[in-house]
């Protein structure tokens, strides 16, 4: 079983930078892509961005193109969301996902989850 942990959450200022990572336990032969969600108070789970296993396309949702960016380390076997110029709709208890199959997007592609890490953003 596959174990997925988060770090680098915490507490920012608006228009501040936060970086977080992803740790997988073990390499998965079949993944398609690694994500990462989002969950904020008293909403629903939404997908933030991903990045397929082999050629590294990305995707962003609307919201956080142009300031968050998701990239991947093979040799350390983690990914990444760098997050610039954090806004107040930010905040989140952000999770990991891997997966083996698309859409990308869609949180049932997902098979593997971290526990998540929880971002503020103070205004």
């Known amino acids: 079983q596959v174990q997925l942990v988060e770090s680098g959450g915490g507490l920012v200022q608006a228009g501040g930078s936060l970086r977080l990572s992803c740790a997988a336990s073990?390499?998965?032969?079949?993944?398609?892509?690694e994500a990462w969600f989002r969950q904020g108070p008293g909403k629903e789970r939404e997908f933030v961005a991903a990045?397929?296993?082999?050629?590294?396309?990305?995707y962003y949702t609307d919201s956080v193109k142009g300031r968050f960016t998701i990239s991947r380390d093979n040799a350390k076997n983690t990914v990444t969301l760098q997050m610039n110029s954090l806004k107040p709709e930010d905040p989140a208890v952000y999770y990991c996902?891997?997966?083996?199959?698309?859409?990308?997007?869609?949180?049932?592609?997902?098979?593997?989850w971290g526990q998540g890490t929880l971002v503020t953003v103070s205004s």
């Open positions: 990045i397929t296993w082999v050629i590294r396309n990305t």
């Open positions: 996902a891997r997966g083996s199959r698309g859409p990308v997007r869609e949180a049932r592609s997902y098979d593997y």
């Open positions: 073990e390499r998965t032969a079949n993944t398609f892509a």
